[in-house]
């Protein structure tokens, strides 16, 4: 049982205008410092994994993986040492466990998960070491052929830069949550060469069901310097080179790809319940930390014995089956490719390892696609004359769903291919695999939607304030200044008035800026009487406008640590109007509040409101209002099942999932609960004859 909670009603005003040029001016410079940052992370990453490779399984197993073709297309090669490839995998696990568990144990598993735990429970705090321990501990799980991906450790180094700069420039937790999400996608979008993807990626891998669109600006100028710098280094052709010559022909091709997108949902399910199922396991698992992640190498050198394509990222493979060398592979080993990297993506991640699960769970769908296409390519009418449209469509079926980033994951493997003509069906397949993933997915940090975030709380917790304009709280101004007065005339004004700021207007009664007592402090007194108020005022002060929301006032006074702040008339009229102050939106709320709390307590007296869920074991669950036979001191006012309000009735039938919201009088909540949480009967005494559902 909780406290009724309703999201903020559609076209509510943002707290940032993310089209304003002051929003741009001030997240250009940072936006830029990420990317450059993100760039040159990606670069430094890749050149320890490419070291990493060659001297753990270069020179101890005799083996290299092979690459894709935008990494130099190296071949499949056999293992020249099969017997060492168990140990060298698990030295790298021991390795990585004692780096990580030494200097950072938060680099543990997979960074972009941890990234968006930082953004939505730690203010957007990221240690600075962290992502350096994750680099190394990384490059080392790669380079012994651990199953991971490069992503991960790459968007921890620009999202703990982000966390780094809101630290240095003195960023509100809002601005620094914002500043670590741009570094996910900079980094993200860098080092697979796929700046667009990147930049979505960022508004959306933070929330099941919803985007962060306040990042979507400044991620779309990082990760275009990251991927510019990177580039510089790594070349700008796609990963998997040029595959522009496939598109979709024939429309019976659509059932063919609605079937993928179909098995890429349910193995993206399969993806994430064995990553965390293994996980879970090894954390009951009563060894030393730093011994799991051995474990777990050891057990992928073996699978990598029988199946090589599982080790380190798979990008190489994933290069092959998109041509003809994927009839060359043994059909057993194309069937059970997806499970065997599911296997060993948990095993060297999930046991907690280092290392990103993005690229495996590209590398998964891949294999799927090219597992259908291999069954069908001789039996099915109009299937493309070769694997790569499958394999790239299922890339973005499978992972797109699992993450809840159908968009950026569509974006990024057509960035990644170089083909475009490919989204279509595509789309039809990333849907089917996203719904019937529902709420699954292989980031545990995810929440939601941003009603569900506790940095959005404010805004989407309280709908009576979302329903108040701040023209309701402005109060009086105390105090301004004219914009040509003399330092001299300002202290003396501040003086008679006790005040440590002033707003600044023209002589049109424009607000240009605000002079408080700490700027004026920065100037010798003997130079105020010939130093001008604009000269030293902040000029790009914190405002709010008259139409703006009370919960939008509250965040940027919260934010910014203000104890006022100015009203103009709109976002694009800076006329001053007053200024509100913490105290006035109480007083406007409350004022607010008991006016409608009077208006319920007429209702019935003593009442409260109560919002739940109908659990599935429930006496409520399947069951009609008039069957349940509430007594006349419960009154349900609205049924709320898949997006949807229904009106009650007494016919209204009840199902698993619904949130009921109630008005309730008297103390006996417990009742509540047991008739929509639990799997109890009522007692005699709570199922009175009289039902008080609406007609």
Excluded at 127 to 146: M, Q, Y
Excluded at 633 to 638: K, N
Aim: a neutral charge.
């Amino acid at each position: 049982m909780r406290a009724l909670s309703l999201p903020l009603p559609a076209g509510a005003p943002l707290d940032r205008a993310i089209e304003t040029t002051r929003y741009l001016r001030r997240w250009v410079g940072i936006a830029v410092l990420i990317g450059v940052v993100a760039g040159i992370g990606a670069i430094v990453f890749m050149e320890a994994i490419h070291l990493a490779t060659l001297v753990f399984l270069g020179y101890g197993a005799r083996y290299l993986p092979p690459a894709p073709a935008g990494e130099g297309a190296v071949g499949v090669m056999p293992i020249g040492r099969p017997w060492a490839l168990p140990f060298i995998t698990g030295l790298g696990g021991l390795l990585s466990g004692l780096i990580v568990f030494r200097f950072a144990p938060e680099a543990e598993g997979h960074g972009t998960d941890a990234a968006i735990a930082a953004i939505h429970h730690h203010r957007g705090q990221i240690r600075a070491r962290v992502p350096l321990v994750k680099v190394i501990a990384s490059a080392i799980t790669i380079g012994a052929g651990g199953s991971a991906g490069r992503e991960g450790p790459t968007a921890q180094i620009s999202a703990g830069f982000g966390s780094l700069l809101g630290d240095l420039l003195h960023l509100p937790d809002a601005d620094r949550r914002i500043a670590v999400a741009v570094g996910i996608g900079a980094g993200i979008g860098a080092i697979f060469r796929a700046p667009l993807g990147g930049a979505v990626l960022a508004a959306e891998i933070l929330y099941l069901h919803d985007l962060e669109v306040e990042a979507l600006i400044p991620s779309l100028i990082a990760s275009i310097v990251g991927y510019s710098i990177f580039g510089a280094v790594n070349g700008f052709q796609p990963i998997f080179g040029d595959q522009t010559r496939f598109g979709y022909t024939q429309p019976v091709q659509l059932v063919y790809y609605a079937i993928l997108g179909i098995v890429c949902g349910l193995v993206g399910i399969l993806y994430a319940r064995c990553f965390y199922g293994t996980s879970r396991l090894f954390q009951r698992l009563h060894l030393p930390r730093t011994i799991k992640p051995a474990l777990g190498g050891l057990a992928v050198g073996a699978l990598g014995l029988v199946m090589p394509p599982v080790l380190s990222t798979g990008y190489g493979w994933v290069q092959i089956v998109m041509g003809p060398g994927l009839l060359a592979l043994p059909l057993w080993i194309v069937l059970l490719l997806p499970f065997a990297k599911i296997l060993a993506t948990s095993l060297s991640i999930g046991s907690s390892g280092s290392g990103g699960i993005f690229g495996p769970g590209m590398v998964i769908g891949a294999a799927v696609g090219a597992s259908l296409w291999r069954l069908g390519y001789s039996i099915l009418p109009g299937l493309p004359a070769e694997p790569a449209p499958f394999v790239i469509v299922g890339m973005m079926a499978l992972f797109g769903g699992i993450a809840h980033a159908p968009l950026a994951v569509m974006l990024m493997v057509a960035e990644m291919t170089g083909n475009l003509s490919l989204l279509a069906p595509a789309m039809l397949a990333v849907g089917l695999a996203y719904l019937i993933v529902g709420d699954a997915t292989i980031y545990a940090s995810q929440l939601g939607t941003r009603a569900d975030a506790p940095s959005h709380r404010a805004r989407w917790r309280f709908p009576l304030l979302a329903s108040l304009t701040v023209a309701e709280a402005v109060a009086p101004l105390p105090l301004t200044l004219p914009a040509g007065a003399t330092l001299s005339e300002a202290n003396a004004l501040l003086v008679e008035h006790g005040a440590e700021a002033a707003v600044v207007i023209d002589d049109d009664h424009q607000l240009v800026g605000i002079l408080s007592r700490a700027a004026l402090a920065r100037v010798a007194p003997t130079q105020w009487a010939t130093t001008s108020v604009r000269a030293v005022m902040d000029p790009q002060p914190t405002v709010v406008s008259a139409s703006q929301t009370l919960d939008v006032a509250l965040e940027a006074l919260a934010a910014h640590g203000a104890r006022w702040l100015p009203v103009v008339a709109g976002l694009h009229d800076r006329r001053l109007i007053g200024i509100v102050t913490a105290a006035d939106l109480v007083r406007t709320y409350r004022a607010a509040l008991n006016t409608a709390v009077r208006g319920v307590s007429g209702l019935i007296g003593g009442a409260a409101l109560h919002d739940t869920r109908v659990a599935a074991g429930s006496v409520a669950a399947g069951r009609s209002l008039a069957e349940l036979r509430l007594t006349p001191d419960l009154l349900v006012l609205a049924v709320y099942r898949d997006g949807e309000v229904l009106i009650p009735t007494a016919t209204t039938r009840l199902q698993p999932g619904d949130r009921v919201t109630l008005l309730r009088r008297g103390p006996d909540a417990e009742r509540l609960r047991q008739l929509f949480e639990e799997n109890v009967r009522p007692s005699p005494s709570d199922a009175a004859p009289t039902a008080s559902s609406p007609e």
